[in-house]
């Protein structure tokens, strides 16, 4: 038995309590081992022979089993009766068995001298307090998200510096081009984002900044004016909220803006300015120019900026007063405002202390907030349940679209790369992961498939078939074109859209979203892979699996063909939503959602 391949701790993904009854439990070993068995029981639960106390166990085998590229993950799902949790793992492997505690490894022969079972592994008690408890209302919403400048342009009395005619179909954009989308085009676009059946809105910045981007922040209570005013705002989250859509706000907390005032007053007295400290400067000798793209002290180490932008200096939210004035800030989008939720940007820098403080803040103002991270990687020390509720999902994205467009991948690499996206956190935080296939930082989806409509909606049927809250860009419904920044932020086509140029498409996405928002199969956690007889060994680019709810009700079976080859998927079942799919064969580029129960 590969006893270096097995792994387990006590804490994190690997035991956590799923709510205030239940503990799930994990443990990664190698492809070797073909059984596992939890042993599992209060610590306190035993009998004592002639003044020894000899602990009492239970043993449950764990046959839930996902794989990875390299290894097992076995899971079982406990109810320690008093809250209490003392366990270890039996394995077997080729007639072998091994014991694994917390002190280590132990055959069987070993195993029987045991007397002592306080080197298990142990969940000492399951306190409310520490359950990871996300907002439900996240689980099934579907969200849109919006750059502001590029989306739409409502009237306003505000003409911006530069404006040039609403960007045609096509037409690339730059950095610095000034379209005028606003506020106020985002409202008169509500009833089109109610059709689609979008139930959230995230809005990339809005406050007042240089850049039409506006990740660098001049003034954190202040509607840029080319967006519009705070009353613009107010009015932007309650005509939304009548339309049944949340909004969640982007949180610039990691750094600010050249024009932030706390920035300029440190420009003017350097070291003797009394905001010196809420920046991360390490000599105030740092050069002045004005061209600040010609500048380079954060190269120079001069002080700290966020991707050596001088011109973006890095916050200190190590230091009191500023997590002080930044989660003010927040608190007066809630309560001024009434937004749902807030993306932070950056997340990933800022320090510990200031995402704790900021969530507590924000749950006493509202219970079901959304706080969601933007963290590209593995984000578990920020998903333990007193931090962020969710974050930006890349790995999923780089899952679904890596297998889609990479013709050397299989049925299998799917399989790992998704069993390892839902591995790395709880169940809990699983279900509001922030997915989306493109953003306003990535190449859009269509893209990158090379203008691939079938590709593209296959991958579609991916991302809604999973858990998690699901995003679509602005524009994805109607597979806008874009290559990497800024050409990912073009102008919505909205004569073309009007004009019904891409009815076929939003009627597609009109259907997946409902079908999502319809059947908690395509929502939930559990999933069972199979490749049936045309696909066993999963080395064709074949996916096949079933959904089924979390309640033991309906199962959805999903089926993407990537292969050059029509597929026999026969006609069992009813089917929902289909693409290619001709007599029960299943076309290349084809997909297909069928209720098998």
């Given at each position: 038995?590969?006893?270096?391949?097995?792994?387990?701790?006590?804490?994190?993904?690997?035991?956590?309590?799923?709510?205030?009854?239940?503990?799930?439990?994990?443990?990664?070993?190698?492809?070797?081992?073909?059984?596992?068995?939890?042993?599992?029981?209060?610590?306190?639960?035993?009998?004592?022979?002639?003044?020894?106390?000899i602990w009492?166990?239970?043993?449950?085998?764990?046959?839930?089993?996902?794989?990875?590229?390299?290894?097992?993950?076995?899971?079982?799902?406990?109810?320690?009766?008093?809250?209490?949790?003392?366990?270890?793992?039996?394995?077997?492997?080729?007639?072998?068995?091994?014991?694994?505690?917390?002190?280590?490894?132990?055959?069987?022969?070993?195993?029987?001298?045991?007397?002592?079972?306080?080197?298990?592994?142990?969940?000492?008690?399951?306190?409310?307090?520490?359950?990871?408890?996300?907002?439900?209302?996240?689980?099934?919403?579907?969200?849109?998200?919006?750059?502001?400048?590029?989306?739409?342009?409502?009237?306003?009395?505000?003409?911006?510096?530069?404006?040039?005619?609403?960007?045609k179909?096509?037409?690339?954009?730059?950095?610095?081009?000034?379209?005028?989308?606003?506020?106020?085009?985002?409202?008169?676009?509500?009833?089109?984002?109610?059709?689609?059946?979008?139930?959230?809105?995230?809005?990339?910045?809005?406050?007042?900044?240089?850049?039409?981007?506006k990740?660098?922040?001049?003034?954190?209570?202040?509607?840029?004016?080319?967006?519009?005013?705070?009353?613009?705002?107010?009015?932007?989250?309650?005509?939304?909220?009548?339309?049944g859509?949340?909004?969640?706000?982007?949180?610039?907390?990691?750094h600010c803006?050249?024009?932030?005032?706390?920035?300029?007053?440190?420009?003017?007295?350097?070291?003797?300015?009394?905001?010196?400290?809420?920046?991360?400067?390490?000599?105030?000798?740092?050069?002045?120019h004005?061209?600040?793209?010609?500048?380079?002290?954060?190269?120079?180490?001069?002080?700290?900026?966020?991707?050596?932008?001088?011109?973006?200096?890095?916050?200190?939210?190590?230091?009191?007063?500023?997590?002080?004035?930044l989660?003010?800030?927040?608190?007066?989008?809630?309560?001024?405002?009434?937004?749902?939720?807030?993306?932070?940007?950056?997340?990933?820098?800022?320090?510990?202390?200031?995402?704790?403080?900021?969530?507590?803040?924000?749950?006493?103002?509202k219970?079901?907030?959304?706080?969601?991270?933007?963290?590209?990687?593995?984000?578990?020390?920020?998903?333990?349940?007193?931090?962020?509720?969710?974050?930006?999902?890349?790995?999923?994205?780089?899952a679904?679209l890596?297998?889609?467009?990479?013709?050397?991948?299989?049925?299998?690499?799917f399989?790992?790369?998704?069993?390892?996206c839902?591995?790395?956190?709880?169940?809990?935080?699983?279900?509001?992961?922030?997915?989306?296939m493109?953003?306003?930082?990535?190449?859009r989806?269509?893209?990158?498939f090379?203008?691939?409509?079938?590709?593209?909606?296959?991958?579609?049927?991916?991302?809604?078939?999973?858990?998690?809250?699901?995003?679509?860009?602005?524009?994805?419904?109607?597979?806008?074109?874009?290559g990497?920044?800024?050409?990912?932020?073009?102008c919505?086509?909205?004569?073309?859209?009007?004009?019904?140029?891409?009815?076929?498409?939003?009627?597609?996405?009109?259907?997946?979203?409902?079908?999502?928002?319809?059947?908690?199969?395509?929502?939930?956690?559990?999933i069972?892979?199979?490749?049936?007889?045309?696909n066993?060994?999963?080395t064709?680019?074949?996916?096949?699996?079933?959904?089924?709810?979390?309640?033991?009700?309906?199962?959805?079976?999903?089926?993407?063909?990537?292969?050059?080859?029509?597929?026999?998927?026969?006609?069992?079942?009813?089917?929902?939503l289909?693409?290619?799919?001709?007599?029960?064969?299943?076309?290349?580029?084809?997909?297909?959602?069928?209720?098998?129960?």
């Amino acid at each position: 038995m590969n006893l270096s391949a097995i792994y387990h701790q006590a804490f994190d993904a690997f035991c956590y309590p799923l709510d205030n009854n239940n503990l799930e439990i994990t443990i990664k070993t190698g492809k070797d081992v073909e059984r596992v068995f939890l042993h599992w029981a209060d610590p306190f639960n035993g009998e004592r022979h002639d003044g020894e106390f000899i602990w009492k166990s239970n043993c449950v085998e764990m046959t839930e089993r996902r794989e990875l590229q390299e290894h097992f993950l076995w899971s079982a799902t406990v109810t320690p009766p008093a809250k209490r949790c003392r366990y270890f793992f039996s394995m077997e492997s080729q007639g072998e068995t091994a014991y694994f505690l917390e002190t280590g490894f132990y055959t069987e022969e070993q195993f029987s001298r045991i007397r002592d079972f306080t080197g298990c592994f142990t969940f000492p008690w399951m306190n409310p307090a520490d359950v990871n408890r996300t907002p439900e209302w996240a689980e099934s919403a579907v969200f849109y998200q919006i750059f502001p400048s590029r989306f739409c342009r409502g009237k306003s009395s505000f003409q911006p510096e530069g404006l040039k005619p609403w960007g045609k179909y096509g037409e690339k954009a730059g950095w610095n081009d000034v379209y005028g989308g606003n506020l106020q085009g985002i409202i008169d676009r509500l009833d089109y984002l109610q059709s689609l059946g979008i139930t959230g809105i995230y809005m990339t910045p809005i406050n007042q900044a240089r850049s039409q981007h506006k990740y660098d922040t001049k003034d954190y209570l202040t509607v840029d004016e080319s967006f519009g005013t705070n009353e613009t705002l107010r009015e932007l989250v309650k005509k939304a909220h009548e339309h049944g859509i949340k909004i969640v706000l982007d949180g610039v907390f990691n750094h600010c803006g050249w024009d932030f005032f706390a920035w300029q007053d440190v420009l003017k007295n350097r070291q003797n300015s009394k905001y010196a400290s809420w920046f991360m400067i390490n000599d105030f000798n740092f050069e002045l120019h004005e061209d600040y793209w010609k500048m380079h002290n954060s190269w120079d180490k001069k002080y700290f900026s966020f991707a050596f932008a001088d011109f973006m200096p890095k916050l200190n939210t190590n230091n009191p007063e500023v997590r002080e004035y930044l989660i003010g800030v927040s608190e007066k989008w809630v309560r001024d405002y009434d937004i749902d939720g807030i993306r932070m940007d950056v997340a990933n820098e800022v320090s510990h202390l200031f995402v704790q403080e900021m969530r507590k803040a924000m749950l006493a103002l509202k219970k079901d907030f959304y706080f969601i991270g933007e963290i590209w990687h593995n984000a578990q020390p920020w998903l333990r349940g007193n931090e962020f509720d969710s974050v930006m999902n890349y790995p999923l994205q780089n899952a679904i679209l890596g297998f889609c467009e990479d013709s050397h991948t299989n049925a299998k690499d799917f399989e790992f790369a998704i069993n390892r996206c839902y591995s790395m956190y709880s169940r809990q935080t699983n279900r509001v992961l922030f997915n989306q296939m493109d953003s306003h930082d990535t190449m859009r989806m269509i893209t990158r498939f090379e203008s691939n409509a079938d590709r593209a909606k296959q991958a579609l049927a991916l991302l809604f078939s999973v858990p998690g809250t699901a995003c679509i860009y602005y524009g994805t419904e109607i597979l806008l074109e874009g290559g990497n920044d800024p050409d990912n932020r073009r102008c919505m086509p909205w004569k073309e859209i009007e004009a019904g140029r891409f009815d076929e498409t939003l009627s597609f996405m009109k259907k997946l979203i409902l079908l999502r928002k319809t059947h908690p199969a395509l929502r939930s956690s559990i999933i069972q892979f199979n490749y049936g007889n045309e696909n066993a060994d999963g080395t064709k680019r074949l996916i096949r699996y079933t959904k089924t709810a979390e309640n033991g009700g309906e199962k959805i079976e999903v089926i993407v063909n990537c292969s050059e080859k029509p597929v026999n998927i026969g006609n069992d079942g009813t089917v929902l939503l289909s693409q290619k799919l001709e007599n029960g064969m299943l076309l290349d580029d084809g997909f297909m959602y069928r209720l098998i129960q």
